[in-house]
């Protein structure tokens, strides 16, 4: 039955990413990474495409609104939510230059840039990473299992242990929910 089969999917990724002590660690990591740029008056930017986009979005928004209590905004924005930026600079551009133009722009040492992308090889968001990383700022792709070319490009990689789109997405959303309490607790108590 095609539902309990993709059901059994997602559970069976995310058993893989619970017996991963490594990725488990890099989960933290990015948790404190967040954290700290918080704390110090910095904010968290998030991107990616299509579903990811969609991803990107929803984590910026437990950031930014709340997540499992009331408590102060916290700096957080997904980056293509400004649909006259995002379709001007491609017209003008090139839609690989919509994340780093922004970047230049608002990215500052010490903010975060978290880009979601399943291949791990998403133009857009490798363009993005490398003015994050001119304009001093930390970075952290969450990918599919090989990482692509951003296990290159960031400092840290947090890889969901499967090559299939949809069970990729759903780990997403369950590692930065995750990374989102983590966060909330460690700044609110």
Do not use: W
């Not at 933290?28 to 579903?51: Q, S």
């Not at 916290?74 to 939510?81: D, I, K």
Request: proline letters at 2%; one cysteine or more.
């Amino acid at each position: 039955m095609i539902v309990r089969d993709k059901i059994q999917a997602s559970i069976d990724v995310k058993q893989r990413i619970l017996n991963d002590t490594g990725l488990m660690n890099k989960i933290e990591e990015v948790a404190e990474i967040l954290v700290e740029a918080l704390k110090n008056g910095h904010k968290v930017l998030f991107c990616g495409n299509g579903g990811s986009a969609a991803d990107a979005q929803h984590l910026a928004a437990e950031l930014s609104g709340r997540f499992y209590f009331d408590r102060a905004p916290l700096p957080a924005e997904a980056l293509h939510c400004n649909t006259s930026y995002l379709t001007a600079v491609a017209n003008d551009y090139g839609y690989d230059e919509v994340y780093a133009r922004m970047i230049k722009g608002s990215g500052f040492e010490g903010d975060v840039l978290v880009g979601l992308s399943t291949s791990g090889n998403s133009v857009n968001i490798l363009k993005a990473f490398g003015d994050a990383r001119k304009n001093k700022m930390k970075t952290v792709a969450l990918t599919g299992s090989t990482g692509g070319k951003m296990k290159e490009a960031v400092d840290v990689l947090l890889n969901i242990p499967s090559d299939d789109t949809p069970r990729i997405q759903e780990s997403h959303i369950l590692v930065g929910h995750i990374i989102c309490e983590i966060v909330e607790a460690k700044i609110f108590g």
